[in-house]
């Protein structure tokens, strides 16, 4: 959990990999460019850890070395909505990315729950809350004791993870954390996310159903997005791409006014230099609307 907001790539920096860096080289390399947050996408992985236990450990040293906080994006081919194999597939590439998140030190497993199918609006939370229950108590019973489960806010109408699914599960599940991607919540609703108000809305509701704490540490995704009114998500875009939203000046605001630490995850193309640039426009808000 952060002490402070900090910001960091969705997965190891296109540069980096061009310069030919391995893993255990990233934090140092976000710590010269002045990023404190680093999420290790494991979004292709099967139902064991795809990497060794000494790296993820290597990893956490350097993490640890650099001041650099990790979190684990867990696997695409997760449906905790599907039928019972699909489900104990599902579970299984969970708790395997979890695994891996405990050997490095990543405080929270973010995933997307999954679709919708056949279930009903209704019948998909209650199962999505059942399942989630069952995921952590197995994390517990295999001794998985500090990593946290991120359902995150989805942007596809197909997909579970509205802002109320999601705090329906937070809430309902202990030992889970709030994942906003506001991307997606974006695109969800149609371009909703315009004005600071548009922003404060999101976070005032967030604190009435979940309380200051779980607020004020939310974990955040943020890139610019294009979508569709009737599917909703269609792609990231980088944040100076003209003609798209959100804005995070706006949340910058936001963050500002209600004191937030988030760890902001940027998933753009250039994600360290669009998080280096999210930086500069939080600590521009905070000199505007004096430190937090
Ligand atoms: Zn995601």
Request: net charge neutral.
């Given at each position: 959990m952060a002490d402070r907001p900090r910001f960091g790539p969705a997965g190891v920096p296109h540069m980096f990999r061009l310069k030919g860096a391995k893993l255990v080289d990233v934090p140092k390399l976000l710590r010269i460019e002045e990023l404190d947050a680093f999420e290790y996408a494991?979004?292709?992985?099967?139902?064991?850890?795809?990497?060794?236990r000494e790296d993820a450990q290597a990893l956490r040293e350097e993490a640890k070395r650099n001041d650099v906080l990790l979190s684990l994006h867990g696997s695409?081919?997760?449906?905790?909505?599907?039928?019972k194999e699909v489900f104990e597939a599902s579970k299984r590439r969970l708790i395997a990315c979890a695994q891996a998140a405990e050997w490095m030190g990543a405080y929270v497993v973010v995933f997307h729950a999954g679709f919708y199918g056949k279930n009903g609006k209704t019948e998909a939370l209650k199962k999505c809350i059942s399942a989630v229950k069952e995921v952590s108590a197995d994390l517990k019973s295999i001794g998985i004791e500090n990593v946290k489960l991120g359902p995150e806010t989805m942007g596809?109408?197909?997909q579970f993870g509205s802002l109320d699914e999601i705090f329906a599960v937070c809430q309902e599940v202990e030992d889970t954390q709030l994942v906003i991607d506001w991307s997606h919540l974006h695109a969800r609703t149609g371009g909703?996310?315009?004005?600071a108000e548009d922003f404060r809305k999101v976070v005032v509701a967030a604190e009435e159903k979940l309380g200051t704490a779980a607020v004020k540490d939310m974990h955040c995704h943020f890139s610019k997005i294009e979508f569709t009114y009737k599917s909703g998500e269609r792609r990231h875009h980088i944040?100076?791409?003209?003609?798209?939203?959100?804005?995070?000046e706006k949340l910058a605001e936001v963050i500002v006014e209600f004191k937030l630490r988030p760890v902001m995850i940027c998933e753009t193309a250039v994600q360290d230099v669009d998080a280096a640039k999210m930086k500069k426009m939080l600590a521009k808000a905070q000199n505007k609307m004096g430190s937090q």
């Open positions: 494991a979004v292709r992985w099967g139902q064991v850890p795809q990497m060794k695409y081919f997760i449906n905790l909505l599907g039928e596809r109408h197909s909703g996310l315009r004005s944040l100076d791409e003209p003609g798209y939203g959100p804005e995070f």
